[in-house]
């Protein structure tokens, strides 16, 4: 069997029948690891100790006909802003290279209990500050599978590397302005954040009413495992969501027909290449031939990049205030202009801000009580150059405002994902975003998983592909 090609699915059930040992796959998922790091530049901090843990606890499982966990023996990394206890998490920093976290995060402490193996912490942008480089200052340049002249986008860059590159099944990542989605797009992946506070987030972010833990995978209906097993009340997080969970892989098998969806290609405002808009518009099609309808609905909100940045940067500008003092050297020097002026603003002006994020909740909320779904471009750019901060397309805007599209829906807090819907004409994926309602992940899996039947996508993963070195 070919480990790299398989899913996450595919891998459990092959573990329990004892068609493959849980020790074998996470062998061979290390050694994938170790021969394409050169490559990718994907992990911060290896842990194969971990892995092989769970990889035996795997087999005993099995040879004692004990149940499986939901993730029993399965290969997969975890994000370096999210803690695994006695490991290292860095934040991409300098700044905080050599922190041990004391405990487990909950998403964490949840697939371990699920019996997943835990390869490797994956690189990021320094605090999760920049949406299309994946690189820091502590970690360097993480790669795109597909180029490597090409950023995988930030800021969950080594998870989205990692996982295009078939070394695991699925990650776990972080989304605090699109940083599931955006990786996920430009690596032909599909990423997901749920509702807001679906996935407890602990010790706090430094951006704690925008960030979410998400899941980046191959497949629809590995997502919808993984984000099952991390999702559900925590005490700890007090956004974390208190209804029950509803069944995420359930959901993969529900009916689309009938769904009403909105199809925005601008937002009101975005700038998308003619060559994304039409691969995208041409997927939006696809939904029709499913049985949803489609309304075009070109102005939905007013740009509010300036209310996001006034709450992500001022959330990590309070974080790393007496670095920014003392250590600025240390810090991404993008990062540490745009802070140094958000740590100045007036309470005045802060929430002004914060008012008018409520208003656009509101507007939001109740576009969704006319649709179903929103589709949009996730990018409007199909890459992004190793290096480049911002496409070369849009050199009028920042390191985060050229992803119009994902930051809207870290302010309101809906369910959002990108599924991979083209190629461009040099062969880099394209993905499509799909939005829901507030606590209607369900509709995003659902019409993703018809989707994914409909115009099958894991074929044409660079997985196997000759990696050649930098």
């Given at each position: 069997m070919n480990i790299a090609k398989m899913t996450a699915l595919e891998i459990r059930a092959a573990i329990g029948n004892k068609q493959l040992s849980a020790v074998e796959v996470m062998s061979d998922t290390l050694e994938r690891m170790t021969a394409l790091e050169p490559a990718l530049n994907a992990f911060v901090t290896a842990t194969p100790e971990l892995a092989m843990e769970a990889a035996k606890a795997a087999d005993k499982a099995v040879m004692a006909g004990e149940p499986l966990g939901r993730l029993q023996g399965i290969p997969l990394s975890v994000k370096d802003l999210i803690h695994v206890g006695g490991v290292r998490t860095t934040f991409g920093s300098r700044t905080r290279a050599t922190h041990i976290a004391e405990a487990d995060a909950?998403?964490?402490?949840?697939?371990?209990?699920?019996?997943?193996?835990?390869?490797?912490?994956?690189?990021t942008t320094e605090f999760g500050s920049k949406a299309g480089s994946g690189d820091s200052p502590l970690t360097g340049i993480t790669y795109n599978p597909w180029n490597l002249a090409k950023s995988p986008g930030g800021s969950s860059a080594g998870a989205a590397a990692s996982v295009a590159a078939g070394v695991t099944p699925f990650a776990l990542g972080t989304d605090g302005g699109g940083s599931v989605?955006?990786?996920?797009?430009l690596c032909g992946l599909f990423g997901?954040?749920?509702?807001?506070g679906r996935v407890p987030v602990f010790p706090t972010s430094a951006t704690p009413t925008l960030a979410?833990?998400?899941?980046?995978?191959?497949?629809v209906r590995d997502a919808a495992l993984l984000l099952q097993t991390v999702s559900g009340y925590d005490g700890r997080d007090p956004a974390s969501v208190s209804e029950r969970t509803p069944d995420f892989i359930a959901a993969c098998d529900m009916p689309v027909q009938g769904l009403r969806i909105a199809w925005s290609p601008t937002l009101g405002y975005a700038k998308p290449t003619a060559e994304v808009r039409m691969i995208t518009e041409t997927a939006v099609r696809r939904f029709e031939d499913l049985g949803c309808s489609i309304e075009l609905v070109e102005n939905v909100i007013d740009d509010p990049i300036d209310l996001w940045m006034a709450d992500f940067y001022a959330g990590i500008g309070v974080t790393l205030k007496d670095d920014l003092q003392h250590r600025r050297d240390l810090l991404d020097p993008a990062l540490a202009e745009v802070l140094q002026g958000r740590l100045h603003e007036s309470v005045d002006a802060y929430y002004t801000k914060v008012f008018s994020r409520?208003?656009?909740r509101e507007k939001v909320r109740q576009l969704f009580q006319r649709y179903d779904l929103l589709l949009t471009p996730t990018l409007p750019v199909s890459s992004v150059d190793v290096g480049m901060n911002v496409p070369r397309e849009l050199p009028d805007r920042n390191m985060v405002s050229w992803s119009y599209y994902t930051y809207p829906f870290n302010l309101t807090g809906n369910p959002a994902a990108s599924i991979p819907c083209g190629f461009d004409?040099?062969?880099?994926?394209v993905g499509l975003q799909i939005v829901a309602g507030f606590n209607r992940e369900a509709d995003i899996l659902r019409a993703a998983a018809s989707f994914e039947v409909s115009s099958p996508w894991v074929d044409t993963y660079p997985i196997g592909r000759s990696l050649i070195k930098k």
């Open positions: 909950p998403s964490v402490e949840r697939v371990r209990a699920a019996g997943a193996g835990i390869i490797g912490k994956t690189t989605r955006i990786p996920s797009s997901i954040k749920a509702q807001f979410h833990v998400g899941v980046l995978s191959r497949t409520y208003r656009l004409a040099n062969g880099m994926p």
